[in-house]
């Protein structure tokens, strides 16, 4: 089985076609005005900034909202000129929060997000077969957290994020005559975030964030390799021609810098530094428990692939203009980075350099809100050249993304 690669994104999305698989999508009011984070209106803040629920102007804030996402990547061979293209199905990441303010200076909250997973599916006998075919990913973030006002204009809130993650995977392995699936369903890992909220004044939000690695870790994953029966001692496999495996997914640190400004009592402009330490995603390390497909001279039970991802940068720029008391317009636009080369560029976890226009409405009956959203992402073509796979030709990819949010300040 020649390099086997085992780059099992354990948790890992794949509609972000910039940072990586780290998937913008979460908060439909943030959405249309480029996914910025210095608005706390309402509990959707506290995803981007637990401090930020000091602001919110009610005493008990729910939010819930959902997204599709529609995207499609292209590959074609320079050389050869043949071709393949995804047929995904529409993602739809959901997100989920409550704040509720204990007394004037402490509240407490939780919020519930899926920020990395969805669906990628190649031809099963396109040139990257034994790469991916097709990898279903699902994650779930869970966030306590409290938040406390150190002074009238400023607060600072923690949160404790837990992390459950699911990956199905299915990759030819034309050296056995077969394909292999890989599955897990209970990797977890934890981590936190933190961050400090400012108001200076009655125009001006100021948002300080930060959010720490989290390693999704599979610890009994399972491989169940489709092969003829007569291989099945050579790989040390069971009767169901499975074996066990372990593995670790660096999901990275991120900080954010925000702003929103209140040109009038009707107009405002909101801007975002995000800074994420893709880096330290430097290789991915497989173990299986029998099987001896690995690259390793010491192990060949052990598989390590490199990935070689570098820190990327996000500038975002978002505005919103009340129409009346009822109905609020938004727009934005920003720029994402991919956090690798041409040269190490994978079609399990597709990455463009991107231009994203966001749009949308918000709508206001009372203490419900109502927001849409849509964005169009214009991902710039890549020249793939990654020797280590012999995979080299063009990728290009389009996606849109579209949601519906509800917001309720009961009091």
């Known amino acids: 089985?020649?390099?086997?690669?085992?780059?099992?994104?354990?948790?890992?999305?794949?509609?972000?076609?910039?940072?990586?698989?780290?998937?913008?999508?979460?908060?439909?009011?943030?959405?249309?005005?480029?996914?910025?984070?210095a608005h706390a209106e309402d509990a959707s803040v506290t995803f981007f900034n637990p401090a930020g629920m000091s602001f919110i102007p009610a005493k008990l804030s729910v939010v819930a909202g959902g997204f599709?996402?529609?995207?499609?990547v292209t590959f074609q061979n320079?050389?050869?000129?043949?071709?393949?293209?995804?047929d995904n199905p529409i993602g739809t990441p959901l997100y989920?929060?409550?704040?509720?303010?204990?007394t004037d200076d402490v509240s407490l909250g939780f919020n519930f997000a899926t920020p990395f997973g969805s669906t990628i599916q190649w031809p099963s006998t396109w040139e990257g077969a034994e790469m991916v075919q097709k990898m279903e990913l699902k994650s779930f973030f869970f966030q306590p957290m409290v938040s406390f006002k150190l002074a009238p204009w400023a607060s600072f809130g923690a949160s404790y994020i837990y992390a459950k993650g699911k990956v199905d995977w299915d990759k030819a392995i034309t050296g056995y005559g077969g394909s292999l699936n890989i599955n897990d369903e209970k990797a977890s890992g934890s981590g936190f975030g933190f961050g400090f909220y400012f108001q200076p004044n009655d125009k001006l939000d100021l948002n300080v964030a930060y959010r720490s690695p989290i390693d999704m870790k599979a610890k009994n994953g399972t491989a169940t390799f489709n092969v003829p029966k007569?291989?099945?001692?050579?790989?040390?496999?069971?009767?169901?021609?499975?074996?066990k495996f372990k593995a670790t997914l660096p999901l990275?640190?991120?900080?954010?810098?925000?702003?929103?400004?209140?040109?009038?009592?009707?107009?405002?402009?909101?801007?975002?530094?995000?800074?994420?330490?893709?880096?330290?995603?430097?290789?991915?390390?497989?173990d299986f428990e029998h099987a001896p497909v690995g690259n390793q001279p010491?192990?060949?039970?052990?598989?390590?692939?490199?990935?070689?991802?570098?820190?990327?940068?996000?500038?975002r720029l978002g505005t919103q203009y009340m129409f009346n008391d009822m109905i609020a317009g938004r727009l934005g636009a920003y720029y994402d980075e991919s956090p690798y080369s041409n040269e190490n560029f994978i079609p399990e976890t597709p990455s463009f350099n991107s231009y994203v226009i966001t749009a949308g409405l918000g709508f206001k009956f009372n203490k419900l809100g109502v927001d849409i959203?849509?964005?169009?992402?214009?991902?710039?073509?890549?020249?793939?050249?990654?020797?280590?796979?012999n995979f080299v030709g063009q990728a290009k990819a389009k996606a849109y993304y579209f949601g519906l949010g509800l917001s309720y300040n009961a009091f």
């Open 252 to 286: 990275v640190d991120e900080y954010t810098l925000g702003a929103t400004y209140k040109i009038t009592p009707k107009w405002l402009v909101s801007a975002d530094f995000n800074y994420t330490g893709w880096s330290r995603y430097e290789r991915l390390t497989l």
């Open 96 to 102: 989920a929060a409550v704040a509720y303010k204990v």
């Open 230 to 243: 007569s291989l099945y001692p050579n790989l040390g496999i069971d009767a169901n021609g499975q074996d």
């Open 78 to 86: 320079l050389s050869t000129l043949q071709s393949a293209e995804t």
């Open 68 to 72: 599709g996402a529609i995207n499609k």
């Open 1 to 37: 089985m020649k390099k086997l690669l085992i780059t099992t994104a354990l948790a890992a999305g794949v509609l972000s076609y910039a940072g990586g698989f780290r998937v913008s999508l979460q908060g439909v009011k943030q959405l249309a005005m480029a996914h910025t984070s």
């Open 373 to 389: 959203a849509g964005a169009y992402a214009m991902p710039q073509s890549r020249q793939v050249n990654n020797t280590y796979y």
């Open 298 to 315: 010491t192990d060949p039970t052990v598989l390590v692939t490199p990935k070689k991802f570098k820190n990327t940068k996000t500038f």
